[in-house]
């Protein structure tokens, strides 16, 4: 299979335990790596045959958008189920990290690996 990918796509969502975190938006970063087939989209030149990594940066945008979440946990699980139900994605790897959370870290994160 192959891959494609979105490295540190910059978000801005609700993301957090504290209540100032629930409060304001902040800066989450996002990798995602789908696992696909291309071979119909390189043999034909047609990006409607592929995953449009355009189209895919966006979904995630919109998503977390309109969702928040206190945990990182809970919001990789859904983001990962979201991506899941997208039109040719066999498996998804996804990292999201808060690069603010901890002072002394350049960032923390979490990350996962989920297939249909």
Same mark, same amino acid.
């Given at each position: ?21 629930? +409060? ?43 969702? +928040? ?18 039109? +040719? ?28």
């Amino acid at each position: 299979m192959d891959k494609i990918f979105i490295k540190n796509l910059r978000v801005i969502g609700i993301l957090g335990v504290h209540p100032y975190e629930q +409060r304001k938006p902040q800066r989450i970063r996002v990798n995602v790596e789908v696992t696909t087939d291309i071979a119909q989209a390189a043999e034909n030149d047609d990006v409607k045959q592929t995953i449009d990594y355009s189209m895919l940066s966006k979904h995630i945008m919109k998503y977390m958008d309109n969702n +928040r979440f206190f945990t990182i946990e809970a919001l990789i699980e859904a983001l990962a189920q979201e991506i899941l139900k997208l039109n +040719r994605v066999e498996a998804v790897k996804l990292s999201i990290e808060k690069p603010n959370a901890v002072p002394e870290a350049e960032s923390v994160g979490v990350e996962i690996y989920r297939q249909k």
